[in-house]
């Protein structure tokens, strides 16, 4: 049967209380033909996530709701791979209750490192994709440090970065430095051997479901993407509740190793990335949109977004329309002018030469 994860909100939960709506969820769980196999509580978030196999979702909800009158915030279907990836750590059970420890719950937070790379390169010849966006050394020699801290590579996920999922806050910041300070110490080195690249990470901290996710760790992944794209050459950024769960990141803030922003930062970010990705097929999106879009006027949306980005509004979204076309001429589905359009350009030599000013080359070199 299908693998469901669903996710409860009870404020003030304790641990007694949540083995007691688990003994009833079991007393039941027969009739629905559903079997519950562990969960997890967070006391200080008062959030629940369940694991369970079932026919469907509504056989699950129904087990909740005739053992406990309980209403579940969401429910979402995952595979053995992706539940492994970021829940099975080797924890110990207590009735069901994963524990990280004897003494502690296993709280369901994860951290998500993202790292972007990508090659400085003014090659006149058609080069091979990979090459251009993600080069060998410094992917082996980032994979290496990963699993040194006991990274997860999530091999089957995309957007053109490396990314991995850790069980504390702790192994993935002291990753991120290690990543970092190698990386520099190749470039200075060995620039001229493959390490002639700029590489940003971003650090995010979620639980596996939230209320509008579909899939396990969605939200966190997608933030954690987004701090990588924010982050300015060389930077770690993170979101606050990372820094909230670790006392080590404090001494890298202070350090200036670690940039966090706080959480109306992270909500500004959201809205601001959700907006133009939204938008910015459309030819006719610009500033004065975006700025309308998020009720903000353009001198403090310009503010804004240069102190988050350290860049402007203009080349924010120009920035992004050349990610997107980085992707779709990856997915080699369509041609150049075709994708220009896609992502909100109709001049196809201002899309080069914006695509040429980003990675070095022109659309047209890279190898299809």
């Not at 629905?32 to 056989?59: I, R, T």
């Not at 990963?146 to 089957?156: D, E």
């Not at 133009?276 to 975006?290: G, H, K, Q, R, S």
Request: hydrophobic fraction near 35%.
């Amino acid at each position: 049967m299908p693998l469901f994860m669903d996710y409860h909100i009870a404020p003030g939960v304790t641990i007694e209380e949540a083995k007691q709506s688990h003994m009833r969820d079991l007393a039941v769980q027969s009739k629905y033909n559903v079997k519950y196999h562990q969960y997890w509580v967070n006391e200080e978030a008062g959030m629940v996530f369940c694991l369970m196999e079932g026919p469907d979702k509504e056989s699950i909800m129904a087990t909740h709701r005739e053992a406990n009158d309980l209403h579940t915030c969401n429910i979402i279907e995952v595979t053995g791979g992706m539940y492994s990836a970021f829940m099975a750590y080797g924890q110990e059970l207590d009735d069901d209750i994963v524990m990280k420890n004897p003494e502690q719950p296993d709280t369901g937070y994860r951290f998500i490192l993202t790292l972007d790379i990508i090659s400085l390169t003014s090659l006149k010849e058609s080069i091979n994709f990979d090459k251009l966006k993600f080069p060998e050394k410094p992917r082996q020699k980032a994979s290496d440090i990963l699993r040194r801290y006991q990274g997860r590579i999530l091999q089957q996920l995309q957007n053109d970065c490396l990314i991995a999922t850790f069980y504390t806050p702790e192994s993935a910041v002291q990753c991120a430095v290690a990543i970092k300070n190698e990386f520099n110490k190749k470039i200075e080195e060995d620039e001229e051997s493959g390490w002639n690249i700029k590489f940003k990470m971003g650090i995010s901290v979620g639980q596996p479901v939230t209320e509008k996710e579909n899939t396990i760790f969605e939200k966190a992944l997608e933030q954690s993407y987004r701090l990588c794209k924010i982050a300015d050459d060389g930077e770690i950024m993170s979101s606050i509740l990372v820094g909230k769960l670790s006392v080590f990141c404090d001494q890298e803030i202070e350090n200036k190793t670690l940039k966090v922003i706080n959480e109306a930062e992270q909500n500004f970010l959201d809205r601001l990335f959700n907006i133009v990705d939204t938008n910015y097929p459309d030819e006719a999106f610009n500033v004065e949109i975006l700025s309308k879009e998020i009720g903000v006027s353009r001198p403090h949306l310009y503010r804004k977004i240069r102190h988050l980005t350290g860049t402007s509004p203009i080349a924010f979204i120009r920035d992004l329309r050349m990610s997107k076309a980085l992707s779709l001429i990856k997915q080699r589905k369509k041609n150049i002018t075709e994708i220009a359009l896609d992502v909100g350009m109709n001049n196809p030599s201002y899309f080069a030469k914006c695509f040429h000013d980003k990675y070095g080359i022109l659309p047209s070199q890279v190898a299809v």
